[in-house]
């Protein structure tokens, strides 16, 4: 059960609290039993609609629930022999951004995501998911590493953006960032990432000018958070559920203008209530994906993936 309620899953909590109780005190009673089960598909059913009729407002929020799965939780599920491999060989190792190689149905690939915290403690450590230079530096070493053995590279997003402190900016923020897309724009080997929560800026473009972009349902990917959409156009920074509806950023907006691939279907009532079937989704879409880009060659590769980004806001005069 999720230590978060958001206002809309209140009324499925208070009847899956209630269905709780009710099993402690039927003491195996048939009709309790009767009842119980008409309760449980009726809690079914409230969820599936509920989660089928979200607002942009309410998508945002999901996607950034601190119980959903991150990078190394999906990591766990569809990959086995993971090697962590860290630090950028120039400042420093920045754990908001996570790599390695592992293997995935039978191939090594190399994996690198934004990695958040669950408590305290870990988003200290991992500065709520916000990466700094030598993040993306390290990203770049991976991705290399990669190309030279010929591996694919899977990529999770999730992240607020990129880390905007004193430090970030000094070190060459915006640089590293750049040096990541241009890197991506030019790898010979298969390349996708996967939308996992909240895709923000170009903390997460720069793992994010892959071959295929994928999202999982309930993730948002966009320019700007809400907050700072509403701030700038606005000047008011409350007005963030108008902000979500007008930046077209969940997983269905992008999908209908071309930017993502395909939509992953998550566990009813979100990710982090059923990170099994979530992952397994993840695994199955992943393969299919892999499997269609390893059968091309690198020319072919480079000059579709340049195609795909250069129909991206296309717009043809009547």
């Not at 960032?177 to 929560?197: D, K, N, W, Y």
């Not at 559920?241 to 998550?266: F, V």
Request: aromatic share 6%; proline share 4%; with cysteine.
């Amino acid at each position: 059960m999720s230590t978060k309620v958001l206002e809309f899953e209140r009324p499925i909590v208070e009847l899956e609290g209630k269905i709780k109780e009710l099993k402690h005190l039927s003491g195996g009673s048939r009709e309790m039993a009767q009842e119980i089960e008409r309760l449980e598909e009726k809690a079914r059913q409230l969820q599936k609609e509920r989660f089928a009729s979200l607002t942009p407002w309410e998508q945002v929020q999901l996607a950034k629930h601190p119980d959903r799965p991150y990078t190394l939780d999906y990591i766990g599920e569809i990959t086995t022999d993971f090697m962590e491999l860290r630090g950028d060989r120039a400042f420093a190792d920045d754990p908001a951004i996570v790599g390695g190689l592992c293997r995935f149905d039978g191939r090594t690939v190399m994996i690198i995501g934004h990695q958040k915290g669950r408590n305290t403690k870990e988003n200290l450590y991992r500065n709520f998911g916000m990466a700094r230079p030598e993040g993306y530096r390290k990203a770049q070493r991976l991705m290399r590493l990669a190309e030279q053995f010929g591996h694919p590279i899977l990529c999770f997003i999730d992240t607020a953006g990129a880390y905007p402190g004193l430090g970030a900016e000094e070190r060459g923020q915006s640089e590293a960032i750049a040096s990541s897309l241009e890197l991506l724009a030019r790898l010979t080997v298969p390349t996708i990432s996967v939308v996992i929560g909240e895709g923000g800026s170009g903390g997460a473009l720069a793992i994010g000018l892959t071959d295929r972009i994928l999202m999982l349902e309930h993730a948002v990917y966009s320019v700007i958070s809400p907050r700072g959409c509403a701030s700038i156009l606005w000047k008011d920074p409350e007005a963030e559920q108008t902000a979500a509806a007008q930046l077209k950023m969940t997983s269905h907006d992008l999908q209908s203008l071309g930017i993502c691939d395909e939509i992953i279907p998550e566990a009813v009532g979100g990710a982090h209530r059923g990170l099994t079937s979530t992952a397994a989704a993840l695994a199955e879409a992943l393969r299919k994906h892999i499997d269609e880009l390893c059968a091309l060659d690198a020319d072919a590769l480079v000059a579709q993936r340049y195609e795909k980004y250069r129909r991206i806001g296309h717009l043809e005069r009547e």
